[in-house]
């Protein structure tokens, strides 16, 4: 098994990013934090380029709560080189507004991509449900076609996938809507990352904000 201490292949070690993540995400429990640390080691992002997206995801997150707690089982935060992508569902446009503006304080952003499904108050607390679930682990890869079993399905495919490098890409399901984020190292590696999400059972629609690197 690779150590978190291997220098990448850029010549930097990223157990510094993994640590920041480690602090940042701190409040998601025990698990959630062990995953993100162990996959900033095999990322192709920069050790500064964790910490500065690692900050920035902590900063936004520190605002929302500050609005409203419940807001963190809404909205998703996922930061990829300073870049912004915001997924979830929320019941009114003035909450989303303001947590848009709240998001979007952070000067150290490049690009901001909203998004935030408006839905009915039946669809948020099902939603939020589905979420409550899934932090808990009441929620298992048999249940019900929800966002989470999507979002599970999409990370056994790719991780598994042979010529796609999972850890460098984040993707968020909203009511079957996929949006992703990252970074593919050749066009093919995209179009098969987009191929495997848009195949997956339940997702009605793929839309990318990933970059595409000189790989």
């Known amino acids: 098994m690779r150590s978190l201490f291997n220098i990448n292949s850029r010549g930097t070690i ?3 990013g993994g640590l920041v993540a ?8 025990t698990q959630v934090i062990i995953t993100e640390t162990a996959k900033a080691a095999f990322e192709d992002r920069l050790t500064e380029e964790q910490v500065v997206d690692a900050k920035i995801k902590a900063s936004i997150i520190n605002r929302i709560i500050k609005i409203d707690k419940g807001l963190v089982l809404d909205v998703s935060v ?34 901001f ?23 808990s682990g009441g929620q ?3 249940d019900v076609v929800s ?3 999507i979002e599970t399905k999409i990370s056994a495919q790719l991780i598994s996938e042979e010529g796609v490098t999972s850890v460098n890409y ?46």
């Open 113 to 135: 991509y909203n998004n935030i499904h408006i839905v009915s108050e039946a669809e948020q607390s099902q939603r939020r449900d589905w979420m409550d679930k899934a932090k």
């Open 140 to 142: 298992t890869v048999s």
């Open 14 to 16: 990223n157990i510094l």
């Open 78 to 111: 996922d930061v990829w080189k300073t870049r912004v992508m915001m997924t979830g569902t929320l019941s009114d446009a003035n909450v989303r507004n303001s947590v848009i503006r709240a998001a979007q304080e952070d000067t150290r952003i490049s690009d």
């Open 22 to 29: 480690l602090l940042a995400l701190s409040a998601c429990g």
């Open 170 to 215: 984040r993707w968020r399901s909203v009511l079957g809507s996929v949006y992703l984020i990252g970074e593919a190292s050749t066009s093919s590696e995209m179009n098969k990352v987009l191929d495997i999400i848009s195949a997956t059972k339940g997702v009605k629609s793929v839309k990318s904000h990933a970059l595409l690197g000189s790989g």
């Open 147 to 149: 966002d989470v079993w």
